[in-house]
């Protein structure tokens, strides 16, 4: 298997590194053009290792329904991992601050937006 990891990171850091809301179809559309078309990778079923959604900058419910309603264009994942945490602030005065909350159960919506879709 060849693992490939994307993460929408939402908006936290939009002021430090310009930061934006990325659709699973645009984090993956660059995974596959980068790759898929290669005559070694192409040869193998992929996994996502890790991957998730920010709730910081746009709906995360919406992109959870978005990622179903286009998985079916990526043939060659067969597995995803959800990364189910949190990313925190790296300031020094902000270290308890959560940057990305990449939580998967982080509200009812979500979690409900992800069993509908695996169902």
């Known amino acids: 298997m060849f693992g490939v990891t994307g993460y929408n990171t939402g908006t936290y850091y939009k002021q430090e590194n310009m930061e934006e809301w990325r659709e699973f ?3 993956y559309n660059e995974i596959v053009e ?3 078309y290669s005559p070694f990778f192409s040869k193998f ?8 959604s920010s709730s910081i900058g ?4 919406k992109w959870i329904k978005n990622m ?3 998985l079916h ?3 060659l ?7 189910s945490y949190a990313d925190y602030d790296t300031r020094s005065d902000k ?6 909350p990449y939580w998967l159960d982080e509200t009812p919506q979500t979690l409900e937006a992800f069993g509908k879709g695996v169902w």
């Open 58 to 61: 746009g709906n995360k419910v």
């Open 34 to 36: 980068s790759y898929c």
């Open 45 to 52: 079923p992929w996994i996502i290792t890790e991957f998730a």
């Open 95 to 100: 270290k308890d601050v959560v940057s990305r």
């Open 73 to 75: 264009k990526y043939p």
């Open 68 to 70: 179903f309603a286009v």
């Open 77 to 83: 994942i067969k597995i995803a991992v959800w990364f």
């Open 25 to 27: 179809e645009a984090i």
